[in-house]
DNA sequence: CATTCTGATATCCCTGGGGATATGGAACGG
DNA sequence: CCGTTCCATATCCCCAGGGATATCAGAATG
C-alpha cells in the first residue's frame, strides 16, 4: 500500500483559476455559473489543503499570494492537459485518431506495406500508425499482450484461441540464384534441379510457418534442402546468395530486392504458394484496428 | 457564464494510472490502499465519463484500450503536476522557495542592488529574484497592483495607506560636469557657482521625490535649474553631460559610472541627501517579502 | 471435478463537497 | 450620512462519490 497522494479537487483547482484570472469574486462566480458564496468556500477550502492563503483580499483588491502564484501554472496545466486528454480518449474510442501499433515481417516492407500505410493515411489522416518490423513469432506474442495491436505475417498459425487472421494475399515462391549459377540461364526452374544446391534460409524461429512451408515444398519434389547459412532477413539472404555461398527460395515478392548478381527464376510447379495475412487480437473491439482491417480488405 | 469543463476526479485519475501500471485490479487494489470492489467502480465510472472502455478485460488479462493509452499521459502529468504544484505552493507559502519580484530603479543597479541579490541568494538559494528595473511612480504603481513585491527607489513618498517605507541608506549629491568644465578643476563646488550652467536632469514625472529634491536644493542656493533637456536614465544623463550639453547633479553613488570626459565633484554644503528607500505592501505577509526586507536590513 | 484466481455485481453506509439563500461588515463614493 | 459594492460568514440541503462486505461468474489449474 503506498502512500495516496493528496487531491486537490479540479472544481476547486477550477475555480481558483478562474478567480487568478478575474481577480474578483464576484465576476468569477458568474464566469463558473455559481453564485458567489460557494466561490469563496471553493477557494478556502482549497487554501486549507494547500495550508496558505492563495490570495490576498486587501479591502477592494484581489491579488494572487505567492503560494497562488506557483500553484496557478500546475493548476492550469492539469486542466487543459485533462480536458485535451479526455478528448483524445474519446477520439481514440470513436476511431477518429489515435495510435495504432503495427508489426510487420520484414519481407513485407517492399511490398504490402507501403501502399497499405499510404492508403490508411488518407482515410484516417489523424491516425498515427507506429510500424515495426519484426519476425512471426514475436508478432505472435506482442498480439497476445497487447503490444502491437495488428501484425502483418507469413504463414499465420492455425486455429488460435486469442488470435484472428485473414490472408492479405498468397504468392508464389521464387529460386533465387547466383547470376553465375547454370539454372538461371532458365526463365523457369524445376525445383528438384535445386537438389544438390547448398541453401541459406532464414531460421525456423523466426517464422516456423514459412521455414515448414519450404521445406515440405522440397520434400515432395523429392529432396531436403542441405542448409548451410542462416539469415534472419531477406536482404543479408539475397546478398549470401549473390557471394555464391548457396541459392535459397523466397516469396515472389522479394523481386523487389533488386540486387546486381542475383537472380530470381519462377519454379515451375507453382501450385504451392506463400501466404501473407493479417492477425489481430480476437477481442479486440476497437475502432481503429477494425478501420484497419477494412483497409486492408478493400485493397 | 461559460461553459464548465467535464472534471474527472482526480481519485479516479490515480485508480487508472495505478491499474494501467499494473495491469491487475487486485496488486493495483493493494497498492491504493483499498478494496478491488471499489476499484472496479473507480474504473467503470471513469469509463463512463469518457465514454469508452479504458482496458480490456479478457479473461485473465487486463491491457490498456486505445483509449486508454491515450488518456494515460494526460493522467500522469496532472497527477504529478499537481502534486508538485502544491509543493511548489506550499514552499512558497511559508517561504522556503518561491519567486519574488523586485522594482528597482536604474540609478541603484550598480550600488546597493548587487550586493542585495548576492546576500540573499547566499541566504535563501531556492528563492528566485525576478528583477525589474523601473522608475518610482511605476514602482508604486506596481506595488500597488502586485507586479512586484518589493521595489528599492529613491525618494519615497509620505505617509501611503496600502504602502510602506524603510530608508536603505542616504547619500550626498555630486555635481557631474564635463572634464573641461572651468569648475570641474576644484575638488569640490558650491552648489550657487552653478546657477548659470544649463542643465541635464531626470524628468519629473519619473522620479518626482528626487526631482524635487534637487531643484529645492538649487532654490536655496538661489537659483532655478535651467533644464535644456532630460533622459530617463543617469547613465544617458551622464553621457549628456559629457557632450558638453550642461551640468547635472546627482546621487553620490553615480560615480560608480565611470566615463570619460565626466567629472563628479562633491558639493559643499552637502547637509542635502537623497535617500534611497525599499517599499512593500503593508498587507503582504507573505515569508518570501519578509526575508528580503530582513536581508536589506541587516545588510 | 474441485479449487483457486480473477474481476464484476449487488447493497449499503457515510462523509464531504458543491450548491443556494440570507446576512454581516468594511470600504468607498456621492 | 447613506447607499453601494464586495467579500466573508452562517446555515442548510442534497447527493455523488468513495469506501466496505458479501456474493457471483468465468477461466485456469491441478
Redesign the interface.
Known sequence: ??R????????Q??AFVVLAEELHFGRAA????IAQPPLSQQIRRLED??????F?R?PG?V?????????L???R???T??????A???????GRT???RIGFAASLALTVLPGLLRTHRERFPQVELDIREMTTAPQLAALR??TI?VGLLREPPGDDP?LAFRTVLTEPFVAVLPSAHPLAAHRTIALADLADSPFVLLPREAGPGLHDRITSLCATAGFTPRVVQEAVEWQTVCALVETGLGVSLAPAGMRRIRLRGVAFRAVVPDEARTCVAVGW?R????P??ANLLETIRAS
Not at 495516496?4 to 472544481?11: A, F, G, T, V
Not at 458568474?30 to 455559473?33: Q, V
Not at 491579488?63 to 500553484?71: D, H, K, V, W, Y
Not at 483524445?88 to 470513436?94: E, K, L, Y
Request: glycine fraction near 14%; proline fraction near 6%.
Open positions: 500500500m503506498e495516496r497522494p493528496e487531491l486537490l479537487p479540479l472544481p483547482l477550477h458568474d464566469r463558473l455559473g489543503k494547500v495550508g496558505h492563503a492563495l490576498t486587501s483588491r491579488a494572487l499570494s505567492a503560494a497562488g502564484r506557483e500553484l501554472p500546475a493548476a496545466r492539469a486542466l492537459g485533462l480536458t485535451e486528454g479526455l483524445a480518449a474519446r477520439a481514440a474510442g470513436s489515435g495510435h495504432l499482450d497487447g495491436d486469442d487480437r477481442g479486440d473491439q476497437g481503429l484496428t
